[in-house]
Structures are given as C-alpha cells and as structure tokens.
C-alpha cells in the first residue's frame, strides 16, 4: 500500500525557518517524481515544488523560489522541503503527493496524497 | 501561467441528480505530440487530501465510479456526476499539467439541496 507520511509543521514566526519532512512506503520511491502542494485555510490548492526522481532537477513556483529548497534521500526513502523567510502567506497545509506515470510515462498528475503537515506562521 | 477557471463557486443538488461543473484554461492545454488533454480531476472531502478522479480529462482512475465522467479538450472542460451520492458531497478541483507552474482551478463546493 503507497503510503505518504508528512510531518515538521508548526506555528513558527515571520522569517523564521522550518523543515518539513515526507516519508513514503509501498512504492519504489526512488523512479518517482515527487511534488508538495499546499492549502490555505479555507482556500485552494496551490503547487509548490516538484523535484526529479534522483534528486538533480527542482521545479519551484514564483512565490517560494529562493525561499524554499526541496531535497530527497532515496536511501531513506524521504523528502525533504527547507522553507526560509517565511511569510504570513505561507501558512497552510503542505501535502506531499507522487505524480502519476502510465504507460512508462510520468506526468504532473497527482495519484497517492499523504495527510498534510500544518505550517503556521505568525507573531 | 495557466489560470484554471472554475464555475460555479458552489451548487446544491438534489440526490440522483445530475451534477456537471465547469473549467476554462486561459491557454489550450491539448499538447499536439499525443493529442491528450493535460487536465486532472480531483474530489476533496472535509479534512482530508485531494483525491484523483480524472486524468487525460476524460480518462476515470482506478476505482472511480463510472457515474463520475469528464469531458472537453483545448480550453474547456466538464466534470459530470451522472447521480449524485451522498459520498460525493465534496470540493472539486480541475487541474492542468501541461506546464510548470501546475496550477489548479478554484474549486467547487458541491452540497446536497
């Protein structure tokens, strides 16, 4: 069974620094492409970053680049997300998710969710 | 970067019911290489992960009720619930995967009337 474990989020004040962790079992993590996505209170889901199954190649979106480094250890079978200066903006659920392959093909489609680490920034 | 539109915001409908929700991509998001529709289709019930129920918009994911169907290419796109179940009560979410930045519709929030 693919399972997706998120953890690291907390209440953490503007320009503060926060790790959030994802652990992932049942699949071979390491042939995957790996995204987070994140949720607002009450709001919509926003993409945040992807990285490449071996961990050479980052994808971020405009309002964490610079901001946010994603990293994986296949060996560990974990991802990693470093969010630095962190924004009111910031706050919301992060979920990990695997993107979907068929066919011998990957895309940005997100098949298996974990349950989502709660980052709160505020003073 | 793509702005996926969703419509409505909400809908309230009767049990048994039809349920067809809308998305519009600001650019087509048919990539001419295979002739697929880079649009997804997720369900979010309260308090937990987005779940995928659609892909290639059109194309059911495992497991998914086949009351649940997707339609449209280029620009436009249509999630169809054939009948509405009590479990379906849910937000949707459209999604394009053409190109980075993946970006998401708004939602709809579909509630039983």
């Known amino acids: 069974e693919v399972q997706l474990v998120e953890s690291g989020g907390d209440l953490i004040q503007p320009g503060g620094s926060l790790r959030l962790s994802c652990v992932a079992s049942g699949f071979t993590f390491s042939t995957y492409w790996m995204h987070w996505v994140r949720q607002g209170p009450g709001k919509g889901l926003v993409w945040v970053a992807r990285?490449?199954?071996?961990?050479?190649?980052?994808t971020y979106a405009d309002s964490v680049k610079g901001r946010f480094t994603f990293s994986r250890d296949n060996a560990k079978s974990t991802l990693y997300l470093q969010m630095n200066s962190l924004r009111a903006e910031d706050t919301a659920v992060y979920y990990c998710?695997?993107?979907?392959?068929?066919?011998?093909?990957?895309?940005?489609?997100?098949?298996?969710w974990g349950q989502g680490t709660l980052v709160t920034v505020s003073s | 970067d793509i702005v996926m539109t969703q419509s409505p915001d909400s809908l309230g409908v009767s049990l048994g019911e039809r349920v067809s929700i809308n998305c519009k991509s600001s650019q087509s998001v048919l990539h001419s290489s295979n002739n697929k529709n880079y649009l997804a289709w997720y369900q979010q019930n309260p308090g937990q992960p987005p779940k995928l129920l659609i892909y290639w918009a059109s194309t059911r994911e495992s497991g998914v009720p086949d009351r649940f169907s997707g339609s449209g290419s280029g620009t436009d796109f249509t999630l169809s619930i054939s009948s509405l179940q009590a479990e379906d009560v849910a937000v949707y979410y459209c999604?394009?995967?053409?190109?980075?930045?993946?970006?998401f519709g708004g939602g709809t929030k579909v509630e039983i009337k």
């Open positions: 999604q394009q995967y053409y190109t980075t930045p993946l970006t």
């Open positions: 998710a695997r993107e979907f392959c068929t066919g011998g093909s990957c895309y940005g489609v997100f098949d298996y």
């Open positions: 990285v490449s199954s071996d961990g050479s190649s980052t």
